[in-house]
């Protein structure tokens, strides 16, 4: 899967931090340079060549921008239910809003999920309105305009595709949750509808990229379009089969808290012995790998063997814990009562493998990936 990290902050869009994703450089290329090269110069013969690029960069830049719409709909309606928002992030797909949870009740999942693609349509309306009117008088306008109305229409469409986690997918998943009063039955049946979906695509791009290549693929379908539409595919059911394991992950993470998954027991070391010191009397012997450094039981950081390891042998000996730990303001930490999932989602957040719980300013636990891990399997073999 892609890594929504790697991005690009640009500031904020309605109080929702905006954020471009590396990826979303190569389709802006791709879009632009496509546009300028071959589809206005194809339908409309004459232009200079600046005109096709200025057109081009500027159609560009407003399919971006109608798709950043789309994701602030989501993202507008969500926060009216009361679902903070944490970002919108531009990728090589499109954009997704980071949206913290999921609704809570059939109806507010219905509006959050249709407002995407209602958002796509109004825009498409009025680019189509904007080509009525300029159409036959300022030639590039009305150009930018026919293809915006087109994409935008496009794009409803496809999103309105009913395989989840695309926004067809989730008002699909609401209306049989409306019907059934069970969320993790209709969740179950929309992800098993959104993998078929993608692999569809996926049989569907490769049938017309063979065909492509002996000349018979219909539609006007070629191999590039064959591979992209693979390439959705695979993307599809990658996202649709993760938002599965993310539903069973909920389900039984549901009701725990920190203080009922962490480890009681850690290994706690002083802040002011040496690394040398710690390394003979403490790693040696206990076989851990990881260390909280607390002063009198009040947390100061966190220690693993990498921390170590950024400090040379010969240093050893000079060097105190306090000065190669990581700092506890630099620290996620978790309270006793947090729900055990919120801790999960935080550290695939964060890319972290352990969090502290701490109570007051005392640390009385630790949970790392492993005692979740731990909890789930006990509760999938057991089956409760
Ligand atoms: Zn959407």
């Known amino acids: ?218 539609f006007g379908l070629t191999l590039f379009s064959g591979l992209w539409l693979t390439f959705i595919g695979w ?7 993760a938002s599965y394991h993310q539903v069973k992950w909920r389900d039984a993470l549901h009701g725990f808290s920190a203080s009922q998954v962490m480890t009681a027991v850690y290994p706690a070391v002083p802040p002011n012995i040496t690394v040398r010191e710690l390394v003979q009397g403490y790693i040696f012997t206990s076989g851990h790998h990881l260390f909280m450094v607390a002063d009198e039981g009040r947390l100061v950081g966190i220690l693993t063997l990498d921390n170590i390891k950024s400090v040379p042998q010969p240093s050893w000996e000079a060097t105190q814990v306090k000065e190669v730990m990581t700092p506890v303001d630099k620290l996620r930490v978790a309270h006793p009562d947090q729900d055990a999932l919120s801790i999960l989602e935080q550290m695939e957040e964060d890319d972290i493998n352990q969090m502290p719980v701490v109570s007051g300013d005392r640390v009385i636990g630790l949970i790392t990936r492993d005692n979740l891990i731990r909890v789930l399997r006990l509760r999938f073999e057991l089956g409760v």
């Open 1 to 218: 899967m892609l890594k929504m990290s790697r991005a690009f902050n640009l500031g904020k869009v309605f109080g929702i931090p905006f954020r471009l994703h590396y990826t979303w450089f190569i389709i802006f290329i791709l879009v632009t340079v496509s546009l300028s090269w071959q589809v206005f110069p194809a339908l409309y013969p004459g232009w200079a060549s600046l005109t096709y690029w200025v057109t081009g960069i500027v159609t560009s830049l407003l399919f971006f921008a109608s798709v950043l719409a789309h994701e602030l709909a989501h993202s507008l309606i969500a926060r009216i239910n009361g679902i903070p928002v944490k970002s919108i992030t531009l990728f090589i797909f499109g954009g997704v809003a980071q949206i913290t949870r999921e609704a809570a009740r059939p109806g507010a999942e219905l509006k959050m999920a249709a407002a995407g693609p209602a958002c796509s349509l109004v825009i498409g309306g009025l680019f189509a309105l904007v080509w009525f009117f300029t159409e036959g008088v300022i030639e590039p306008i009305a150009a930018l305009a026919f293809w915006l109305a087109q994409i935008n229409v496009v794009l409803a469409i496809f999103n309105l595709i009913p395989g989840f986690p695309l926004d067809g997918g989730r008002v699909f998943r609401s209306l049989i949750w409306r019907l059934t009063g069970n969320y993790k039955r209709s969740t179950q049946i929309a992800v098993r509808v959104g993998q078929g979906v993608g692999y569809t695509f996926i049989g569907l791009g490769i049938t017309a990229a063979l065909l492509s290549l002996f000349g018979r693929a219909p």
């Open 235 to 241: 993307f599809l059911e990658n996202a649709a089969s």
